[in-house]
């Protein structure tokens, strides 16, 4: 076989049998809300579901997602976004009775495992605030304006010499 045919399948083969692996679920505050990212693979483009869950004194809570059925109690405090590489969960007015371990979980339909998952451990005194490090992450658009511009104003210093 061709050499580059047989890379080119075995780096296919491997991208499927990755599937869709949640990579890491990081949780933090913004004002009184817990906000929780859950960054993921995509190279399918098989439906994707996901399901946000709350496990707490041993017992498991649906968040949000389309694999379980979110619990009524949640929804009004509930905001969730989704990007290609990753999905936002937000939890409104977050106490300590929300304390516990929160999972993220993906699941591809059609393909075994299939199933990806991140726990984080959640206590509301060790939580950190949402920084701009994360905000950065997520738009980028300001930086590559002001890298932009300061390359433009290097232009325009070399035409003024
Ligand atoms: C959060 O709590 C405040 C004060 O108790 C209440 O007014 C507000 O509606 C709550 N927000 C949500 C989304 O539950
Ligand atoms: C969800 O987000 C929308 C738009 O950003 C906002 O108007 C709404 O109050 C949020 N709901 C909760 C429960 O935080
Ligand atoms: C994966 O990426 C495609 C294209 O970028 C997008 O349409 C799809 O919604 C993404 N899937 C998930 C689960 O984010
Ligand atoms: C997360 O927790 C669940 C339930 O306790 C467990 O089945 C799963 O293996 C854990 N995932 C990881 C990545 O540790
Ligand atoms: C980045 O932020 C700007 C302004 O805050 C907004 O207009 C733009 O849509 C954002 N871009 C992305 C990719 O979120």
Redesign the pocket.
């Known amino acids: 076989m061709n050499p580059t045919i047989s890379i080119t399948l075995l780096i296919a083969v491997l991208q499927v049998s990755q599937g869709q692996k949640v990579t890491s679920l990081t949780a933090c505050m913004v004002d009184q809300?817990l906000r929780l990212d859950c960054r993921h693979e995509n190279n399918t483009n098989l439906p994707i579901q996901h399901e946000f869950s709350l496990t707490r004194e041993k017992k498991k809570h649906v968040l949000s997602g389309t694999l379980g059925v979110p619990e009524h109690t949640y929804r009004?405090?509930?905001?969730f976004s989704s990007k290609p590489h990753i999905k936002v969960l937000?939890l409104?007015n977050f106490t300590t009775k929300d304390e516990g371990i929160y999972t993220c979980e993906l699941r591809v339909s059609g393909q075994t495992p299939g199933v990806s998952n991140q726990n984080v451990s959640v206590l509301r005194d060790k939580l950190v605030k949402c920084e701009g490090i994360n905000l950065l992450a997520q738009n980028t658009s300001w930086l590559l304006l002001l890298l932009l511009s300061l390359s433009l104003l290097q232009a325009t210093d070399f035409i003024s010499l």
């Open positions: 809300s009004s405090r509930i905001n937000t409104a």
